[in-house]
């Protein structure tokens, strides 16, 4: 179990995974995570393709971009300091990538329908993009929603 928590405790954010990373695949899908860290709503049109196919889409988006946006914009506005670091990735045949991740941040601003109480928050997701001419084309997206939910509401940090 150490390993594994040096491992995490290690790992490159998204940024420096950004200017480290050993192909272009694997460079996106850090940029990808980057946007959430910084709040760039509009960097979604530089990462997203138009008609990117999300398999995880936020409610009521009209399009699976439109999604994208919705999210940075909820994380940016509902959260401060956020971080991800990359725990794994690897680049798959056919330009895919997957990139598993930890993300922390504290949470400030009214956020997925609960108001802002300062709490902290560190939750895991995977994330599985498939790149096409240097965007995202397809997006499968798994967060800790319910330790998500449970550490903005009561501030509990459950096992």
Known sequence: MQDLMTAISTANTASEMIHSATTTALRIAARNLELYDTGNVA?????????????????????????????????????????????????LPGGWAVVHWRMTRTHTGDAFGFAAKGNPVDITGTDIVRIVAGKITEIYHVEELLKLTQQISTGAQPA
């Open 43 to 91: 960097g979604a049109d530089e990462v997203f393709a138009p008609e990117v196919i999300d398999h995880n889409p936020a409610a009521d988006a009209a399009s699976g971009i439109d999604g994208m946006r919705v999210l940075i914009a909820a994380v940016r506005d509902g959260f401060t300091d956020t971080q991800h670091r990359i725990l794994f990735q690897q680049e």
